[in-house]
């Protein structure tokens, strides 16, 4: 799957904690949709699988997000 079929909209405001989604997800299941274009999105933009190792990387050694 890739972001080809996706939009950027800021009609679904994504969680940004973990604790917060199951709240969300209850009055707004399009969140999942949205995040799955959201990390699709980031793949293509930030040189695919390549990139996300990079960055998991830099987070791995303390660097910011």
């Known amino acids: 799957w890739t972001g080809d ?3 950027r909209t800021q009609a679904v405001q994504l969680p940004s904690r973990s604790r917060d989604w ?3 997800a209850g009055k707004a299941p399009e969140i999942y949709g949205a ?4 990390v699709s999105l980031w793949l293509a933009e930030n040189g695919g699988v390549a990139g ?3 960055a998991l990387q830099a987070v791995g ?3 910011p997000a």
């Open 35 to 38: 995040a799955a274009c959201e």
């Open 22 to 24: 199951a709240r969300t």
């Open 52 to 54: 996300l190792r990079l």
């Open 61 to 63: 050694q303390g660097e």
């Open 5 to 7: 079929r996706c939009k």
